[in-house]
């Protein structure tokens, strides 16, 4: 069995807003500002922007079903 896509991975602070993967990664003492990874969702993909959807877990079945529709514009 095969997954159906591959979620985009997102590095974001406490309220969604898109930061550099740098703030996420790994063998720092601690991210910045409650960075973490969320999976799937939509952004403008700059950093800043709101990423919309996702989940802070990938894969498995269960998951919610979006409405298919991308975060709005600027």
Known sequence: MTACRDD???CVDSQNRLLPDSA???G???PVG???YIYGGS???NVGDS???GSVSRGGFGGTGGSG???GGE
């Open 51 to 53: 990423v919309v959807g």
């Open 43 to 45: 952004t403008g993909g």
């Open 34 to 36: 409650g960075a973490h």
């Open 8 to 10: 985009a991975q997102h």
């Open 24 to 26: 996420c990664r790994t």
């Open 28 to 30: 720092t003492s601690s």
């Open 69 to 71: 529709g991308e975060a």
